[in-house]
């Protein structure tokens, strides 16, 4: 079983910055693909970014290309999600996902675990 927390959302003015991060505890925690989703207001979760379980590949959303950044900490069992250029469509509540396995995807489904989510909001 693997647990996920997230952390580091809030409010932030457009062309801000945010981190987020995903603390995972638990068996074999760091074998794990990882991903982040997202929920806009009143709209369906969507695909953000996504990391191999060796960190050797990463995936992007054409929304976060170029804007956002995700990597991990093998050593903290964390994988953050960096963003930049933030601009109103961003708001959303933000998910992390683990799924055993080295294969990053970005189907929801594909993964096992989940966060209970963290806020970012981008606002004027």
């Known amino acids: 079983q693997v647990q996920l927390v997230e952390s580091g959302g809030g409010l932030e003015r457009p062309g801000g910055s945010l981190s987020l991060s995903c603390a995972a505890s638990g068996r074999t925690s760091t074998l794990y693909a990882a991903a982040w989703f997202r929920q806009p207001p009143g709209k369906e979760r969507e695909f953000v970014a996504a990391?191999?379980?060796?960190?050797?590949?990463?995936y992007y959303a054409d929304s976060a290309k170029g804007r956002f950044t995700i990597s991990r900490d093998y050593a903290k069992n964390t994988v953050y999600l960096q963003q930049f250029s933030l601009e109103p469509e961003d708001t959303a509540v933000y998910y992390c996902a683990a799924t055993p396995g080295g294969i990053a995807t970005s189907k929801a489904s594909d993964y096992a675990y989940w966060g209970q989510g963290t806020l970012v909001t981008v606002s004027s």
């Open positions: 990391i191999t379980m060796k960190g050797g590949a990463t």
